[in-house]
């Protein structure tokens, strides 16, 4: 979809607009009170088609057939796991796929396919096949499960960073599986990831020798064990580590492997920084370097290498947050704390309240957000397809509030630390949703 015209161009088309419907008048064209009338009509809806692209619009996943999802499908039947829900994604034929000795996925967080477009990136962009879309929420908690399982929001249910799990009566953070408010991880009190996060691993299926490559913090997290499903875990300090572990796999391990391999640090700094930062630069041409290096020591080795992400990233400027603590009458009507991610947040509202926050959104905030029922995002396929996670409704409250443009809501517990990230994610905008497929057969 192309983006929208300058304002000024814009202007400047409605203004030609006008001046042809007056020379159209001069010319003795259409003389008469109906005749200027109608050529008034024009003009004004000629005006309008050019306005009208301001207008906020959702960017929804396919997942049809053209999103992370059905990627996973295409790796999957691949790999010869059977049953897949979602159908393979056309641009990656899995009975090709299964010709390759070795399959690498590797996962760089952020990368929305805009960005990549935007940047230096010429071994990358050589090699893009495609743009698919992320999940909803396209945000980071719901689509590493998605990596990690093969599915959909709409089955593994883990749908942002804040998670109400009603089995604990807690909002739970997923990734470092912390509850909110507190440092130590809820495995340290007696909680198991596996009994929460309960949807079977797509590792557990897969009948080849299977490795996860993460930074080293993070390979050995509760959540990464409740997902593994019985891989060989290899961490690492940088990128460059990273793809010498990928290398090294291919390379020495005399059996087929299938690689998933995971890199956070562009999200992370596009979060402090901003996706349209210098230091964000820096890093993709430093990724893009690096792939290419990565590239030539793993020639002839066999293996198909496929590079996406899981969610692009937008800039939010400070005029474009919305404090939930600023808007008390709404708060009033919620009995938990916003859940989900500040792009897409999930609202838990007390149920003789209903009329009075859907009346306080409609008023005060339509501006900034679509107000949806949450029923109605399970029962329109923004989660995925098929049946629903017996406890998907429960962690996505009564409602949505789906925040349009670069806008986003938070809201801070009593003594909880401040924080304000300028790159943000989770939403429905083309930046967001869009993330690039990146294919490379490195041949035999």
Same mark, same amino acid.
């Given at each position: 979809m192309s983006a929208p015209e300058p304002i000024g161009k814009?202007?400047?088309?409605?203004?030609?607009?006008?001046? #042809?419907w007056r020379q159209d008048l001069g010319n003795g064209g259409g003389a008469g009170e109906h005749s200027v009338l109608a050529a008034r009509a024009i003009w004004f809806r000629q005006c309008a088609s050019h306005f009208e692209m301001d207008k906020p619009r959702m960017h929804l996943p396919d997942y049809e057939r053209g999103s992370i999802v059905n990627l996973l499908s295409a790796i999957q039947s691949a790999l010869g796991v059977d049953g897949c829900r979602y159908a393979p994604l056309p641009h990656l034929?899995?009975?090709? =796929?299964? #010709?390759? #000795?070795h399959i690498v996925l590797m996962v760089i967080d952020g990368l929305g396919y805009r960005c990549l477009l935007q940047h230096r990136a010429n071994t990358l962009?050589?090699?893009?096949?495609?743009?698919?879309?992320s999940v909803f929420p396209s945000t980071t908690a719901a689509a590493i499960t998605t990596f990690f399982t093969g599915t959909a929001p709409q089955q593994h249910a883990l749908t942002g960073w804040f998670t109400y799990f009603k089995e604990l009566g807690a909002v739970i953070t997923p990734l470092p599986f912390k509850p909110r408010m507190t440092k130590g991880s809820s495995g340290e009190v007696g909680?198991?990831?596996?009994?929460?996060? @309960?949807?079977?691993?797509?590792?557990?299926?897969?009948?080849?020798?299977?490795?996860?490559?993460?930074?080293?913090?993070?390979?050995?997290?509760?959540?990464t064990l409740a997902f593994s499903g019985g891989a060989a875990r290899v961490g690492y300090k940088s990128l460059g580590e990273c793809f010498k572990s990928i290398t090294e796999i291919l390379r020495t391990n005399g059996e087929p492997a299938y690689v998933y391999a995971y890199w956070p640090e562009l999200d992370t700094t596009a979060?402090?920084?901003?996706?349209?930062?210098?230091?964000?630069?820096?890093?993709?041409?430093?990724?893009?370097s690096e792939f290419a290096r990565f590239l030539k020591a793993v020639r002839n080795s066999g293996a198909t290498v496929i590079v996406t992400a899981d969610h692009g990233i937008i800039d939010s400027q400070p005029q474009e947050l919305i404090r939930l603590e600023e808007h008390p009458q709404l708060a009033e009507t919620l009995v938990l704390p916003l859940c989900g991610e500040p792009r897409v947040a999930f609202c838990y509202v007390h149920p003789h309240k209903t009329g009075a926050f859907e009346r306080y959104v409609r008023a005060r905030l339509s501006r900034y957000a679509w107000l949806m029922s949450s029923e109605d995002l399970i029962a329109r396929g923004y989660f995925g397809l098929g049946e629903p996670h017996p406890r998907l =409704? @429960?962690?996505?409250?009564?409602?949505?509030?789906?925040?349009? @443009?670069?806008?986003?809501?938070?809201?801070?517990?009593?003594?909880?630390?401040?924080?304000?990230?300028?790159?943000?994610?989770?939403?429905?905008?083309?930046?967001?949703?869009?993330?690039p497929l990146i294919l490379v057969n490195s041949g035999r």
């Open positions: 814009r202007i400047f088309q409605c203004s030609r607009a006008r001046r #042809r034929d899995p009975h090709e =796929l299964a #010709r390759a #000795r962009r050589q090699h893009l096949v495609a743009r698919i879309t909680v198991q990831a596996r009994h929460l996060f @309960d949807h079977p691993s797509m590792f557990e299926k897969i009948q080849r020798r299977r490795y996860i490559v993460l930074p080293r913090h993070i390979v050995d997290s509760d959540y979060h402090a920084y901003g996706i349209g930062s210098d230091r964000v630069a820096i890093l993709i041409e430093q990724l893009d =409704l @429960d962690r996505i409250g009564h409602y949505a509030l789906v925040m349009k @443009d670069r806008y986003v809501i938070k809201d801070w517990l009593l003594d909880e630390k401040r924080y304000v990230q300028v790159g943000v994610h989770g939403g429905v905008s083309e930046e967001e949703m869009y993330v």
